[in-house]
């Protein structure tokens, strides 16, 4: 008799696991796509700004979604990122960043919390599609190719020169000025 009570508890278990598994690979996957994440108002804002960026439209065709620039790639740091992405979710529930005005008074804070992750992750995002070992410094301009030599001599992040690159680079609050 208990053999049988100990396969079946296996086999509940295993189950449970791919289900558990299952579920979510599906909501990773889903709250990945573009659609998800312009779903909030705030988000329809930057969104408006990405498909006027390089990044949206260029002679290549291929544009890069939120989750290439937002999400990264290794399972880690992904569950950290949605984890800390419920926080963005909540201020769209809240009300606090509900309206564009409301927006707008929050994007320095937003955009420095956005950026300091990508200074702290040595712009892991971008470099998954601009590696400097990729780039063909002969075809750009003189001065571009000259800038990218010295970042990557100096290891510098991405987003240390390329703030507003995709979004409108907000100003600071005046008092900070």
């Not at 696991?17 to 573009?34: D, I, V």
């Not at 949605?82 to 707008?104: M, N, P, Q, S």
């Amino acid at each position: 008799m208990r053999p049988t009570w100990l396969k079946l508890s296996v086999v509940v278990a295993f189950c449970a696991g791919l289900a558990f598994a299952g579920t979510g690979s599906w909501f990773m996957h889903e709250t990945n796509q573009q659609e998800f994440c312009v779903s909030c108002h705030s988000m329809a804002i930057v969104f408006e700004e990405y498909q006027q960026s390089q990044h949206f439209k260029n002679t290549s065709g291929v544009a890069a979604t939120c989750a290439d620039c937002h999400v990264p790639h290794s399972l880690g740091p992904l569950l950290k990122a949605k984890i800390l992405a419920a926080k963005d979710v909540y201020h769209e529930i809240a009300g606090t960043i509900d309206t564009r005005e409301k927006f707008e008074a929050r994007r320095w804070h937003l955009a420095n919390v956005v950026w300091d992750k990508m200074e702290a992750t040595d712009s892991r995002e971008c470099r998954s599609c601009h590696a400097f070992s990729a780039m063909d410094y002969d075809a750009q301009g003189r001065k571009t190719a000259r800038r990218h030599q010295r970042a990557e001599r100096d290891g510098k992040t991405c987003i240390a020169c390329h703030k507003g690159i995709a979004h409108v680079e907000p100003l600071p609050p005046l008092e900070e000025l």
